[in-house]
């Protein structure tokens, strides 16, 4: 069965709402169709391999198709999508390495004096290769609300939406993981 050409041309948000509505698995295809390299590449940010990267992957879009209709509208869809992923991957790195993340995760306390003096500037002037390995060892919380801010450029607004927290509490998290990341950055 083919899929009608005019679901092609609907918006996401109009495309999950028939999805949900209808039950219907072609149209998550479009779904997938849309999204499957972008959640790969985020996925494979937190995985060790191109093959754990798409089982991973195949993981959050079977999810997604049973959580499709806790999309709320409040967001558009993609920023949905992409919390949506990063809090599955975050789960999935608790779930299977929770002693390495313990045992690489920075303690905050002992690293407040360092809240003041980390900005946007600094963290922007990382070397690429050097920020990928610190990454790695940074909590996967920290790690995610940086990614969702920096790389996928979110806004606090939208950043608040995502987390359902306020905006003060949105600051202090970036603000906590900036510093965390420029201090495992620093000690490389």
Known sequence: MKTDLS?????????????VKDENTLLFGILYDRYIH??????????????EAEDITQDVFVKLYT???????????????????YNFCVNYI???????IEKNSVNSEQYDHL????????????????LQKALKLINPEDKMILLLKY???????????????????????????KAKIVEIYNNL
């Open 151 to 177: 790389q996928d450029d979110l806004t606090i607004k939208d950043l608040e939406v995502v987390l359902e927290i306020g905006e003060s509490a949105v600051k202090m998290r970036l603000k906590r993981a």
């Open 38 to 51: 972008i959640i790969y590449n985020k996925c494979y940010g937190f995985s060790k391999s191109e093959h």
């Open 115 to 130: 809240l003041i003096d980390t900005d946007d500037y600094n963290l922007f002037q990382l070397k690429v290769k050097k």
């Open 7 to 19: 679901y092609l041309q609907l918006t996401d948000e109009e495309l999950v709402s028939q999805i």
């Open 94 to 100: 608790n779930r299977n390495t929770a002693k390495k």
């Open 67 to 85: 959580k499709l209709s806790m999309f709320r509208g409040e967001s558009k869809f993609s920023t949905w999508l992409y919390a949506f992923t």
